[in-house]
């Protein structure tokens, strides 16, 4: 079974302009969390969507959003990024969502604001 | 969720068992503990968990103390390829209610280097 992907892999953008992050879950999970990653603030939780609508956020702004479709894919959009906004952003799926469901990540995608 | 105590890092002999620590003194009956590792710039990799009972994979071991405070990990026999952040997380298990469940909490986790 393929495991979580996420497109693209790496990102360079500049201050002040948005992006769009995708991510595929294992096929069968319905669940997909993210995670911003940076080496100061570590591994933190963004938000978790199920059947297309967020369940569950993190402390992070209004301009840090997801989606999810369907077929439970997922993207995050960052608007108006900050130079803050650098990091790695992981997306996890499990299969609901519940506390004792496994998540299981994907490689993450690198963004790099200048 | 309860907090964990982890050492930053460790060293382990290649070939030798790589037994890794975590306190958790404050869990509560209800939570779980998970074990994830992290390889440079890579995602987090799913290790292991469990609640009360000592569980084995194909992975490793985990070994939950009696009065559930602590818990160490066991990689039997650590290769290269073991280096990594390990992190130990403890979570609330069970059917939830209402709005999904919180993200997992990670710490700064131990940061495993098996020397050659």
């Known amino acids: 079974k393929a495991g979580v992907t996420q497109t693209p892999r790496y990102l360079i953008k500049t201050r002040g302009q948005q992006v769009t992050l995708s991510c595929s879950p294992i096929s069968g999970h319905r669940s997909v969390s993210w995670y911003q990653q940076t080496p100061g603030q570590g591994l933190q939780f963004l938000f978790e969507y199920f059947s297309e609508t967020q369940r569950n956020k993190g402390n992070f702004p209004g301009r840090f959003s997801g989606r999810q479709f369907s077929n439970s894919r997922s993207e995050m959009n960052v608007s108006t990024l900050e130079l803050g906004d650098s990091a790695l952003y992981l997306c996890?799926?499990?299969?609901?969502?519940?506390?004792?469901?496994?998540?299981?990540f994907g490689p993450g995608t690198r963004l790099t604001v200048l | 969720d309860a907090k964990t105590t982890q050492p930053p890092s460790m060293d382990c002999a290649e070939g030798r068992a790589a037994n890794l620590p975590c306190n958790h003194s404050t869990i509560s009956g209800n939570e779980y503990v998970y074990w994830y590792r992290q390889i440079h710039s890579q995602g987090p990799q799913y290790i292991i968990h469990?609640?009360?009972n000592n569980e084995t994979n194909e992975m490793a071991s985990l070994i939950i103390t009696e009065d559930r405070k602590s818990s160490t990990l066991i990689l039997p026999h650590a290769t290269l390829r073991d280096t990594a952040v390990y992190y130990c997380?403890?979570?609330?298990?069970?059917?939830?209610?209402?709005?999904?469940?919180?993200?997992?909490?990670f710490g700064k986790g131990t940061h495993l280097i098996i020397q050659p």
């Open positions: 996890a799926s499990s299969l609901d969502g519940g506390t004792t469901d496994t998540q299981y």
């Open positions: 469990g609640l009360k």
């Open positions: 997380i403890v979570r609330v298990g069970g059917v939830y209610s209402g709005g999904g469940a919180d993200g997992l909490t």
